[in-house]
């Protein structure tokens, strides 16, 4: 059974929080680094790669499959922004009728959709007398391999 892509989980940015991680210095092919590269360039912030505007992001934690085709999975972190402008083609999370949802934004004309990337949906059409809401931009998916 099928179920479209809603949040079940929202944290907010705790900016306090810095972490540093080895980075190897050298780009890697597919297959493994050479024995002679066997050294760590320097420590890489997650942080300054993934957070643009810290008072305005948060976590989202996802359930579903209506956003398959554009990388999002069940269970997948995302990291929005709460500060961007929401632009015609932007994956967003929404607030519908109450309800959160994910979805990538389509303005047409003078009419706004809210679009799956998974064929087994049909868009959403939102109008006027819609309880409707952009609630953020999603800027970074996390999911595992």
């Known amino acids: 059974m099928s179920k479209k892509l809603t949040v079940t989980h929202i944290a907010s940015y705790d900016e306090g929080t810095e972490q ?7 780009k890697l092919s597919a297959g493994f680094p050479s024995p002679a590269d066997d050294f760590l360039d320097k420590k890489i912030d997650l942080n300054e790669h993934l957070i643009k505007h810290p008072a305005a992001t948060f976590f989202i934690r996802v359930e579903g499959d209506s956003m398959i085709h554009a990388g999002v999975f069940s269970g997948d972190t995302l990291i929005v922004d709460r500060s961007l402008q929401a632009a015609n083609g932007k994956v967003v999370v929404a607030v519908l009728n109450g309800e959160f949802l994910v979805k990538r934004l389509k303005k047409i004309r003078n009419k706004i959709f809210l679009e ?3 064929p087994k949906y049909d868009p959403i059409e939102i109008t006027e007398s819609m309880p409707f809401e952009i609630w953020g931009v999603v800027t970074t998916v996390i999911h595992p391999l």
């Open 20 to 26: 540093k991680f080895p980075m190897y210095g050298n």
């Open 116 to 118: 799956a990337e998974n």
